[in-house]
């Protein structure tokens, strides 16, 4: 038999569960929009092409929301808001729709709408003022909005949203309500979709713990330091969570065979975080095989070499054996944040091009498991990653040597031989650690919140009756969920996150209310910092691997870097003339160094004589900034230079686990900013790379 390459698509469905049973209010649109634009979308993408399979993985929190949806009983805040006629909104309601309505993303959702970007550009010339739209053009707004999150199956398939696509504008109350009730309706023909090719054998589906928890932080939170050893655990205080990671796993294998007629045979833990004890608990509620990160198989074989991640391998536990599956980093990053930048043609010939590269360096058939987040990356993507699909899955059908393969196959692949671990490291899918989710200021406080209200239920858990028990329950699921600890913290932004605080401190509230005890004034304190992304120096957490292009493309391209908030230097003076904002900075494995310089003004120095003179341990490098990217070499240093809506620079082999650096900015031959104003900034990688140590 001749030598094989298996590839296996995993594409992870989730959103957090958004929904305040006590106050029967969902607080976040999130799970309707993306249903409307990508859950059914992927799947479809490769429906006409015969030898394309895929493992979907479908977390039950979302499942139960599309439920929640379909019955009526959502109740979305913003979708109420959004029914209503323009007159009617008061100021508040006008204020809530302000904070979504330009929430797409700008090249690829609003500007193929000429009249959606029109009143951006109005909105940002008038100051990000919405009082300065009249009723019909936040009509407009509203539908376009809409529109804009319909995806490509709506648009090509259903009559209402052509009709409205064609007619661009001047919209009215009717024709917005029955766009509404369309998308609606459409929720209805998702997971059936998904059951139809799951008995038809085109696709598996796989599943998460319920509500998304990351399992080996609830089994054991010193798993956090089995995968990083100096990692600051919360205040220890002896709260237990072994009872809810049971249930998260329990109720979500029962979900799925109420979903789906059978029980689940895989599982993706929620953000490949694994620990033994996980795979145990998951082994015992009769999953067959898992899926990690190279990050974990490289420390569970304390080795970096490339051809072990392409073999199935399993763990016995004592409850039964998993097979275990690890994600090809670079292949699903690839897909996930840099294809986007690429043409179709060109990004599906790249990807091709790597996978015939690990099957002609292979001495034996292989197995590729390529895994990745299957709903937020096609915003970045020309028409909703569509014309990628098609001629990835064009090319890939065309290849004798590659056989697209389901994990639940792969086990009956004669030619491919499991390999057994005898342990298996703990952490996740980034940078293979629990840091995301704790170990600073605001995730570990966000714990000690949660350890305070589980002690304070488990002593009167034994005076409370069973129905009683049951909501308590579901309100720790839900805030046991990954996602509140992924906002906490520096690591990560967004313009919402105190909405994020609020709504994990309000299921906190919602327990202890449900006891009828007192809430603690601790649980109405805001957790995240009034000036959180403000902050004037986040040290590095991990390696960076960024695209020059000028371009920060997605968070996840600088998601380890360092960061200094230049504007912090100027609270007592007028900092609106910076034309560098913020500076980002990293390193990768081979010590390269990258800079990105951001800031709104940037874009404005194009074509007047733009100089950057960046001083690097006392070494000067001038730069003349033009429009695209340029690759030379000054001071015996080669480097990379792109400059777009940033600047961004790769240094070649900068040693230095301190970088003392220094930035000025000239406009025709005058300077205009300097940075640090009297004194040089100290670029410090030295923890990072002794961190990392075992790669």
Excluded at 59 to 85: C, H, R, T, W
Excluded at 162 to 170: D, W
Excluded at 182 to 200: A, G, H, Q, V
Excluded at 460 to 473: A, D, P, T, V
């Amino acid at each position: 038999m001749s030598k094989k390459l298996y590839l296996s698509f995993l594409w992870h469905m989730h959103q957090p569960y958004y929904k305040d049973d006590c106050a029967n209010t969902t607080l976040m649109p999130w799970v309707f929009l993306h249903a409307t634009k990508d859950y059914y979308d992927i799947p479809w993408y490769m429906e006409k092409f015969p030898k394309i399979k895929a493992t979907f993985n479908l977390v039950p929190s979302l499942m139960a929301q599309i439920d929640e949806y379909i019955s009526g009983n959502a109740n979305d805040k913003f979708l109420e808001i959004l029914k209503k006629e323009i007159v009617s909104l008061s100021k508040d309601e006008r204020d809530f729709l302000e904070e979504y309505l330009f929430l797409a993303n700008e090249e690829y959702m609003i500007k193929p709408f000429s009249r959606y970007y029109e009143l951006l550009l109005k909105y940002r010339m008038n100051n990000n003022n919405f009082s300065i739209f009249s009723d019909d053009e936040i009509l407009d707004l509203e539908v376009l909005f809409l529109l804009s999150w319909c995806g490509n199956y709506l648009r090509q398939n259903n009559g209402i949203v052509q009709n409205l696509l064609n007619q661009k504008s001047t919209y009215d109350q009717t024709q917005k309500t029955e766009l509404l009730n369309t998308m609606f309706n459409f929720l209805k023909e998702i997971i059936p979709y998904y059951n139809t090719l799951f008995k038809e054998g085109k696709i598996s589906v796989s599943t998460t713990p319920f509500y998304h928890p990351i399992l080996p932080l609830l089994l054991d939170r010193k798993s956090a330091v089995e995968a990083r050893a100096d990692v600051a655990l919360p205040f220890s205080s002896g709260a237990s969570y072994d009872e809810f990671a049971n249930m998260q796993v329990e109720k979500a294998v029962s979900y799925f065979e109420n979903k789906f007629g059978q029980a689940p045979i895989g599982f993706w833990p929620s953000e490949g975080s694994v620990s033994e004890k996980t795979i145990n608990l998951l082994a015992k509620n009769g999953v067959k095989w898992a899926c990690s990160d190279e990050e974990i198989l490289f420390k569970t074989l304390n080795s970096s070499k490339k051809e072990a991640l392409y073999k199935p391998y399993y763990l016995d536990t004592k409850e039964g054996r998993v097979n275990l599956f690890f994600r090809d980093k670079y292949l699903s990053d690839l897909i996930g944040f840099e294809f986007s930048k690429k043409s179709a043609k060109a990004a599906a010939g790249d990807f091709v091009s790597h996978l015939k590269n690990i099957y002609y360096n292979a001495q034996e058939s292989v197995v590729v498991p390529v895994i990745l987040d299957g709903e937020n990356a096609w915003e970045f993507y020309p028409n909703n990653a569509q014309n990628f699909f098609e001629e990835l899955y064009k090319l890939l059908s065309a290849q004798s040597w590659c056989e697209l393969t389901l994990f639940d196959e792969i086990s009956k692949c004669e030619d491919l031989k499991a390999n057994s671990l005898y342990w298996l490291a703990s952490g996740s899918w980034i940078s293979g650690n629990f840091d995301i989710w704790i170990g600073s200021g605001e995730k570990n406080r966000a714990w000690e919140l949660l350890d305070m209200t589980k002690l304070s239920f488990d002593g009167i858990k034994e005076n409370l009756s069973e129905e009683l028990i049951e909501k308590i329950n579901k309100e720790f699921l839900v805030a046991l969920g990954s996602d509140w600890f992924w906002w906490y913290g520096d690591d990560h932004y967004t313009e919402l996150n105190h909405q994020f605080d609020e709504q994990f401190r309000a299921h906190l509230k919602n327990i202890f209310e449900l006891m009828e005890i007192e809430v603690p004034k601790e649980i109405y304190t805001p957790i995240v910092k009034r000036d959180k992304g403000k902050l004037i120096d986040i040290k590095p957490t991990d390696f960076v691997a960024p695209t020059v292009d000028g371009n920060m493309s997605n968070f996840f391209e600088w998601l380890n870097s360092g960061r200094i908030d230049i504007k912090k230097e100027f609270t007592t003076m007028d900092s609106s003339s910076l034309f560098v904002e913020y500076l980002y900075y990293g390193v990768d494995r081979e010590s390269n160094l990258y800079l990105y310089l951001k800031g709104d003004r940037i874009k404005s120095l194009k074509n007047e004589g733009f100089e950057l003179r960046l001083t690097l341990n006392n070494l000067t490098f001038i730069f003349d900034i033009k429009e695209g990217k340029e690759s030379t070499s000054q001071n015996g240093v080669y480097f990379d230079i792109a400059y777009d809506t940033g600047v961004e620079l790769k240094l070649y082999e900068c040693k230095h686990k301190r970088v003392k650096l220094i930035f000025e900015v000239y406009r025709n031959k005058k300077r205009v900013q300097r940075y640090p104003l009297y004194d040089e900034s100290i670029l410090d990688f030295e923890n990072l790379f002794l961190r990392n140590w075992y790669i």
